[in-house]
């Protein structure tokens, strides 16, 4: 099983970018798709779900607006689209599979937001 992130690094506040997570070795249009974060100091959060069909998006309070999952199951990969980046925003970003109790995670790929 992998997960693997990429589209991180450095933008400035205002900014965009647009995270990866390619899936390998599961049945990748089972599962609910997650992005989560975790700045230094801090527990990880969750960002954004989006269920195995691609419906239902969920988003933290603080990413509304902002941030858009969205997935394609034919090329197994999840997506996260972030705009109006802000520092607040600068953390390590997860990708996270979930299955009733089965769950796999990323790397991580680092965002960060300063001028």
């Known amino acids: 099983v992998q997960l693997v992130e990429s589209g991180g690094g450095l933008v400035q506040p205002g900014g965009s970018l647009r995270l990866s997570c390619a899936a390998s070795g599961f049945i990748f249009s089972s599962y609910d798709m997650s992005w989560f974060r975790q700045a230094p100091g801090k527990e990880r959060e969750l960002v954004a779900t989006?269920?195995?069909?691609?419906?239902?998006?969920n988003y933290a309070d603080s990413v509304k607006g902002r941030f858009t999952i969205s997935r394609d199951n034919a090329r197994r990969t999840v997506y996260l689209q972030m705009n109006s980046l802000k520092p607040a925003d600068t953390s390590v970003y997860y990708c996270?599979?979930?299955?009733?109790?089965?769950?796999?995670w990323g790397q991580g790929t680092q965002v960060t937001v300063s001028s």
């Open positions: 996270n599979a979930k299955r009733r109790s089965l769950g796999y």
């Open positions: 989006i269920t195995s069909a691609g419906g239902s998006p």
